[in-house]
């Protein structure tokens, strides 16, 4: 087995430094520095052709960066192919070998490695108990469905006892339910393991839901680095309170008038009360606006109101449907209504 | 929309028949491809089966006509003697050959084209290999014959490097054979390899597999349908050719020659029909062992 390069001690899991990708005249990863620490969930989350995957492959060895260095525990792999890096690849097409059985490709990475034939059984039965498919060693990848594929293909990386598993968007093939347990399964399973998970979705629910730390990806840039609750409270920029969660940004003359200062901020629907009659603002709501209800929304467990304010511009309010929800209980189309906040609960986020 | 009742009645005759006919569906799964089995069953099967009876026939030896009476002497001659053995085993040699010989040249190149040219250059190799299908079989191994010849090219460059180069016969039988079925090698396995996904190929490097053993266990396997298809071709086309052995085999002759022997000069058709049940039956068993592989499955 070949044995990974002993990490540095305190070294992070993984150490990215200026690294730039360039295809042609796209540029398709810019300036990218992060630190990853060991046993970390961290997630990279942006929209299509963000460059997060681009990030991901890199790291994994499948493209060489035009610029910059990564170092796994403190060991600089830039130029080193994927077969000599300590990571391991949950792909998003599952890449399984279809003319080997689960367990075959399970044991691929170990019979590559030379482990000895009883121990890589053992493993790999290990492997697939863990992902619950210990059954199924005999069949062929054909046979199982797209949510066991997607396990075998975790086992099959786990196996390894990799430093950093990269998952690329694993679970973007599978419907809402199967990937809502997934999603718990998946950080459960990492948190057991202690091993470093590099995450890539473009699902902001999916990341806040499992990820320690996220990175905010838009054309090529990181745009914040910070914990879930960091990331949904206090946005650093427009496009990442756009991205995650619902886009509520004051702008222009509306933040002039309302807050008194100039600028763009941010504030999160759920944190707006309406009402219909200013008089029953509550006192700590130091933050008041009149406007006209534009669409109200059922959405089950809430009901989400757009209101267009009168000094301009546009916010969206969120409430729970803690009560049955009546009709006369929700302000409707075309009612005048106050909405009130907060003054914290308006965060600035500087154009990025 | 205009209710049927009021169109011409030829548009009502023909939509009644839409009508019979979209109730129906096995009626119009008949009309559909009857034709084509019809074809089929008597153009292809008809005449194997005439074939197959004409060889059980005999031939008398004084005027030359076919004599129908059944009997398997025409197969005993091919058995017992020691010619036609040889011939038989030269035969299904070359077209091995040939068939080895197009899966070592076709598999890089297949990759190439696959996997590491660009766009751009993939086209431009489909079209390259696929243009000397355009050009006449004849001119191709006439083109081998003037360059296998005594002061041809391939003896001058043999010469330079102090070589010994073949001339006419076996072995320029098959370089011959091997160049004129390549593409029908090629192209399956491009297909193949077309189809296997580089997320596969990734997979295996990113645990841990250097280059030649992810060749090995995964691309390989992989294309062996493929390739199985591929040698279907060219072993076919190699076992029922004899203009090529006419042209670069020197003296030698394979099994096509034999029934073109037996139409033309002997003719003594019952015994062509014999010979030429030989390859049949050969394609057969080949068939056979191929499907017992699998590779048949995903063609």
Redesign the interface.
């Known amino acids: 087995m070949?044995s990974p390069a002993p990490a540095r001690n305190g070294a992070p899991a993984i150490a990215i430094r200026g690294l730039r990708k360039e295809f042609g005249s796209v540029v398709a990863v810019d300036e990218v520095d992060l630190d990853i620490a060991n046993g970390e969930f961290f997630s990279m989350l942006g929209p299509s052709g963000s460059g997060k995957t681009t990030v991901l492959r890199m790291v994994?060895?499948?493209e060489s960066p035009t610029a910059g260095t990564i170092e796994l525990g403190g060991v600089d792999v830039t130029k080193d192919?994927?077969?000599s890096r300590d990571?391991?690849?949950v792909?998003?097409?599952y890449?399984?070998?279809?003319?080997m059985t689960v367990a075959q490709n399970v044991e691929?990475?170990l019979r590559?490695?030379r482990v000895p034939r009883a121990e890589r059984r053992t493993r790999a039965q290990e492997a697939l108990e863990r992902v619950q498919l210990g059954e199924y060693g005999a069949r062929r990848p054909g046979q199982l469905s797209g949510g066991q594929r997607q396990r075998v293909a975790l086992a099959?990386?786990l196996v390894?006892r990799p430093r950093v598993l990269l998952l690329d968007e694993p679970l973007g093939a599978l419907d809402l339910k199967l990937r809502r347990e997934m999603q718990v399964e998946l950080k459960q399973l990492q948190r057991d393991l202690g091993i470093t998970f590099l995450f890539v979705t473009h699902d902001q629910e999916e990341a806040l839901t499992m990820s320690d730390r996220i990175a905010v990806f838009n054309q090529g840039r990181i745009e914040q680095v910070a914990s879930p609750r960091d990331l949904y409270e206090l946005p650093a920029t427009p496009f990442v309170a756009g991205f995650v969660g619902t886009s509520n940004v004051l702008d222009g003359d509306a933040a002039i008038k309302l807050l008194g200062e100039p600028g763009t901020f941010s504030v999160r629907p759920e944190k707006i009360q309406l009402h219909l009659d200013a008089s029953h603002v509550p006192t700590q709501h130091a933050v008041t606006a009149a406007g006209v209800v534009r669409e109200v929304v059922y959405l089950g467990s809430a009901t989400q109101s757009i209101v267009d304010l009168d000094h301009g511009g546009s916010l969206i309010v969120l409430r729970q449907n803690q009560q049955s929800s009546e009709e006369g209980d929700v302000a409707g189309r075309g009612a005048h209504v106050h909405l009130s906040w907060r003054r914290e609960h308006t965060v600035p986020v500087t154009a990025g | 929309m205009t209710s049927v009742s009021e169109g011409t009645p030829e548009q009502v005759s023909r939509h009644q028949v839409s009508t019979v006919l979209h109730r129906r569906p096995r009626l119009r799964l008949g009309l559909l491809i009857g034709p084509p089995m019809l074809w089929l069953g008597v153009a292809y099967l008809g005449a194997l089966g005439a074939l197959f009876i004409t060889s059980l026939w005999g031939q008398n030896p004084f005027t030359g006509d076919v004599v129908r009476e059944w009997n398997l002497d025409n197969f005993r001659l091919l058995f017992e003697s020691e010619v036609y053995r040889t011939i038989t085993i030269r035969t299904l040699g070359i077209a091995a050959l040939v068939t080895v010989v197009d899966i070592v040249i076709a598999f890089p190149v297949a990759l190439y084209m696959a996997k590491v040219a660009s766009p751009r250059m993939q086209r431009i190799l489909v079209i390259a290999v696929l243009t000397p299908l355009w050009a006449s079989y004849l001119v191709k191994a006439y083109a081998w014959r003037i360059m296998l010849s005594e002061n041809g090219v391939i003896s001058d460059l043999g010469g330079l490097l102090g070589l010994d180069t073949p001339g006419y016969g076996l072995t320029a039988t098959v370089v011959t054979l091997a160049y004129l079925w390549l593409p029908f090698m090629i192209l399956p396995i491009y297909a193949g390899l077309e189809r296997l996904?580089d997320?596969?190929l990734?997979?295996?490097?990113?645990?841990?597999?250097?280059t030649g053993?992810t060749l090995r266990?995964?691309v390989l396997?992989?294309v062996f349908p493929a390739v199985v298809a591929g040698s279907i071709f060219t072993f076919s086309l190699s076992l029922g050719d004899y203009i090529t052995v006419k042209i670069v085999g020197g003296a030698n002759q394979m099994l096509g020659n034999v029934v073109y022997d037996n139409v033309g000069a002997a003719n003594n058709l019952p015994f062509a029909a014999a010979v030429a049940t030989i390859p049949v039956v050969i394609m057969l068993v080949y068939l056979a062992a191929a499907r017992r592989t699998g590779a048949l499955e995903n063609v």
């Open positions: 070949s994994a060895g499948f192919a994927p077969f990571v391991n690849t792909f998003q097409d890449a399984l070998f279809p003319h691929y990475g590559v490695k099959r990386a390894n | 996904p997320s596969m990734e997979a295996s490097m990113d645990l841990g597999a250097k053993h266990r995964v396997p992989a």
